[in-house]
């Protein structure tokens, strides 16, 4: 792909995703999270009545049913596979809040770790990453209250992944070989990003401040997110690769942060720039270049793309934008452009 400054021509086509919340509703402001291999995403509606996880095609948007159904519904979305499984949180009748596993036609609940003081029932747990093989990842709370990052498989259960030695860790994402990114508290108080595979929580440290996030993982087990520098006043997008983690190049703001990568090694993520606006941005491994200069001059008038979430294995990308008309923030999907009209 030819990359380059708003003057040249577009590289991605923009798709903006159907929306159905309550159209009596001044609060329905939808964003997209994850991004399956055929380019349907997981989105999250925000409104003034709930939210609500919805699966989107280009076309059509069904909502994940809520454990339970108040006034106030509360559904949030933590993935989407390629079998088109869901992975949400939503509260229940007994106000707990469990991870769930969404097929279309029924959901299968995530409990937390046993809460040894109530005869039975279990801690909060919250999904935040899904594979292809079924395994789920995220965080849920022990009986010293306390969150820890865990996986949890059908027919095998919810494993705790420990910390980095200190008493927090949450679990973010997950690739299909089950290796588990995330972050966790170090005996010292700092925060640090850390890559699991196969039972070991490694720690992969920060790009010198205090404070990292480990929020994508692909199958190359090249991992993403964002840290402090030295000083933590500023944050800085980051791939970790091969043992050595790197802060990719800003867009000229004070704060940056990838949240998705794909198996070409193309990253995505939030940044702002010069003027600490923050737009959505894509890295080829070169370059970071904002999306919002990637776009037609007709969408670029309509939209600003303020984050770009996920990225699949197609280029397409999960995002984020500002409708610059009436300020409404929408699910964006932007396709890549056929290689001819990128000249």
């Given at each position: 792909?030819?990359?380059?400054?708003?003057?040249?021509?577009?590289?991605?086509?923009?798709?903006?995703?159907?929306?159905?919340?309550?159209?009596?509703?001044?609060?329905?402001?939808?964003?997209?999270?994850?991004?399956?291999?055929?380019?349907?995403?997981?989105?999250?509606?925000?409104?003034?009545?709930?939210?609500?996880?919805?699966?989107?095609?280009?076309?059509?948007?069904?909502?994940?049913?809520?454990?339970?159904?108040?006034?106030?519904?509360?559904?949030?979305?933590?993935?989407?596979?390629?079998?088109?499984l869901?992975?949400?949180?939503?509260?229940?009748?007994?106000?707990?809040?469990?991870?769930?596993?969404?097929?279309?036609?029924?959901?299968?609940?995530?409990?937390?770790?046993?809460?040894?003081?109530?005869?039975?029932?279990?801690?909060?747990?919250?999904?935040?990453?899904?594979?292809?093989?079924?395994?789920?990842?995220?965080?849920?709370?022990?009986?010293?209250?306390?969150?820890?990052?865990?996986?949890?498989?059908?027919?095998?259960?919810?494993?705790?992944?420990?910390?980095?030695?200190?008493?927090?860790?949450?679990?973010?994402?997950?690739?299909?070989?089950?290796d588990?990114?995330?972050?966790?508290?170090?005996?010292?108080?700092?925060?640090?990003?850390f890559?699991?595979?196969?039972?070991?929580?490694?720690?992969?440290?920060?790009?010198?401040?205090?404070?990292?996030?480990?929020?994508?993982?692909?199958?190359?087990?090249?991992?993403?997110?964002?840290?402090?520098l030295?000083?933590?006043?500023?944050?800085r997008?980051?791939?970790?690769?091969?043992?050595?983690?790197?802060?990719?190049?800003?867009?000229?703001?004070?704060?940056?942060?990838?949240?998705?990568?794909?198996?070409?090694?193309?990253?995505?993520?939030?940044?702002?720039?010069a003027?600490?606006?923050?737009?959505?941005?894509?890295?080829?491994?070169t370059?970071?270049?904002?999306l919002?200069?990637?776009?037609?001059?007709?969408?670029?008038?309509?939209?600003?793309?303020?984050?770009?979430?996920?990225?699949?294995?197609?280029?397409?990308?999960?995002?984020?934008?500002?409708?610059?008309?009436?300020?409404?923030?929408?699910?964006?999907?932007?396709?890549?452009?056929?290689?001819?009209?990128?000249r």
């Amino acid at each position: 792909m030819a990359w380059g400054a708003a003057t040249a021509a577009p590289q991605y086509r923009l798709v903006e995703l159907p929306f159905n919340g309550p159209p009596d509703d001044p609060f329905n402001d939808t964003a997209a999270m994850a991004i399956n291999r055929i380019g349907d995403t997981a989105v999250d509606f925000y409104g003034q009545y709930g939210s609500s996880g919805l699966h989107c095609t280009r076309t059509t948007c069904n909502a994940v049913p809520p454990l339970y159904v108040p006034h106030w519904p509360a559904v949030s979305t933590g993935g989407i596979n390629d079998a088109g499984l869901m992975l949400a949180t939503s509260a229940d009748l007994a106000y707990q809040t469990h991870a769930l596993i969404y097929d279309g036609t029924t959901s299968t609940r995530i409990y937390g770790f046993p809460d040894d003081f109530c005869g039975g029932c279990n801690n909060d747990s919250y999904g935040h990453g899904l594979n292809n093989v079924g395994q789920a990842v995220g965080s849920a709370f022990g009986n010293d209250g306390r969150e820890r990052g865990f996986i949890w498989q059908a027919g095998v259960g919810m494993q705790e992944l420990g910390t980095l030695g200190g008493s927090v860790s949450v679990a973010l994402a997950i690739n299909d070989h089950g290796d588990v990114a995330g972050y966790s508290d170090i005996a010292s108080g700092a925060t640090h990003a850390f890559f699991y595979r196969r039972g070991r929580m490694i720690d992969i440290g920060t790009l010198g401040g205090n404070w990292a996030q480990a929020m994508g993982i692909n199958d190359s087990r090249h991992v993403v997110g964002c840290s402090t520098l030295e000083g933590d006043e500023q944050t800085r997008a980051f791939v970790y690769r091969r043992g050595t983690m790197t802060a990719l190049p800003s867009l000229g703001g004070r704060s940056a942060c990838a949240y998705g990568i794909n198996m070409d090694g193309t990253i995505v993520g939030a940044a702002s720039n010069a003027a600490e606006e923050t737009h959505g941005f894509v890295f080829d491994g070169t370059q970071t270049v904002d999306l919002n200069d990637q776009l037609s001059a007709s969408d670029r008038a309509k939209w600003l793309i303020i984050g770009a979430n996920a990225v699949n294995h197609r280029g397409m990308i999960a995002a984020t934008g500002q409708n610059r008309l009436n300020g409404t923030v929408r699910a964006l999907l932007l396709r890549p452009r056929p290689a001819a009209e990128q000249r």
